[in-house]
Structures are given as C-alpha cells and as structure tokens.
C-alpha cells in the first residue's frame, strides 16, 4: 500500500525478491511534485538520476543526498509535505 494511501484502495499487489545491493524508495508525492523557482515540478525523471547516482552509498547516505539535491534543485522553501523512506538490502 502507498504510504498515506486508503487501506481499502484495490492496489495492486506484486511480491519482488530483492537482493544484495538492491534499494527500495517509498515517499509521499510531495517530493516529486516540488516546485523550482521556474515554477517546474521535480517529477519521477530527475529523482530517478539522482537514484542512480547516489545507489552505490548506504542508505542514510542516499537518503541525505536526495534531500540535499532536492532542497538545491528547488532553491525555494519546501509547501507540501514529504515523506521519504530508502531501505538498501546488504
């Protein structure tokens, strides 16, 4: 289930097995929906590479980096809630 999501929502389910290395992202739509000063959402894209860039350091290290990134690429206070999770599988 999304974080915040209503429990009786038909998602749909999927079972992954993860491995060695793997990283596992949860957040709440307040972090991709950021605005910039140019008035442009983050979006899926960009936090994507950012993922990618940062998927070989521990999990508080990826965590720190996304918000640090996120807080640089936007350049304006932060409106809307956000919630971010990253579990890294060792």
């Given at each position: 289930m999304p974080l915040g999501g209503p429990v009786t929502f038909p998602?749909?389910?999927e079972e992954i097995d993860l491995k060695s290395g793997d990283v596992v992202i949860m957040m709440?739509?307040?972090l991709t929906e950021r605005f910039n000063q140019q008035k442009n959402m983050l979006g899926q894209e960009k936090l994507c590479e950012w993922l990618v860039k940062y998927?070989?350091?521990e999990s508080k290290k990826i965590?720190?980096?996304i918000i640090t990134e996120t807080n640089s690429w936007a350049g304006t206070e932060q409106r809307d809630d956000?919630?971010?999770c990253v579990v890294k599988i060792n």
């Open positions: 998602y749909k389910q709440t739509d307040g998927a070989n350091e965590l720190d980096s956000i919630t971010l």
